[in-house]
């Protein structure tokens, strides 16, 4: 296996929720109506860092699509799937597309402000 070289991506990034590889950037999403067998997915234009698994048919709630697997190609987990054809009209707009699942991955928003959701101590114990 070759060297592994990871793509930085500038801006808001979803990242893999397990080694925090930028997998799409937020100017990618087009929506976050996906559901999986885990739950929510969200559907991107385009994804990096990531490798294709094999093309399999395979029976989706909008009906038959060709689509392969997506790892993280950091760490290898599973972290979605690639839509290569629909075969319904109504449903050619996924292809070519990618569907990350959200319990998969993480907003990559870093904040500015610290919020200590763990106080030490209560106002009443101030005075």
């Not at 109506?33 to 709630?61: D, P, S």
């Not at 697997?69 to 070519?96: L, M, N, P, R, T």
């Not at 319990?103 to 200590?116: A, L």
């Given at each position: ?5 990871v ?5 808001r ?9 930028p997998?799409a ?10 559901h ?5 997915a969200?559907?991107?234009n385009?994804a ?7 093309l ?7 009906g038959?699509?060709?689509v ?11 972290v979605?799937?690639k ?6 009209k109504?449903?050619?707009?996924k292809?070519?597309k ?5 319990g ?8 500015e ?15």
């Amino acid at each position: 296996m070759g060297r592994i070289f990871v793509v930085d991506l500038d801006g808001r990034t979803y990242k893999c929720k397990f080694c925090e590889t930028p997998l799409a950037l937020a100017d990618e999403l087009v929506s976050r109506a996906f559901h999986c067998r885990r739950g929510k997915a969200y559907l991107f234009n385009n994804a990096a860092n990531i490798t294709v698994g094999t093309l399999e048919e395979r029976m989706m709630q909008s009906g038959m699509h060709t689509v392969a697997d997506i790892f993280c190609c950091c760490c290898g987990q599973i972290v979605g799937w690639k839509y290569e054809a629909a075969h319904e009209k109504s449903q050619k707009y996924k292809e070519g597309k990618f569907v990350l699942e959200r319990g998969r991955i993480v907003d990559g928003v870093e904040s500015e402000f610290y919020i200590d959701t763990h106080p030490t101590m209560s106002d009443a114990e101030d005075a």
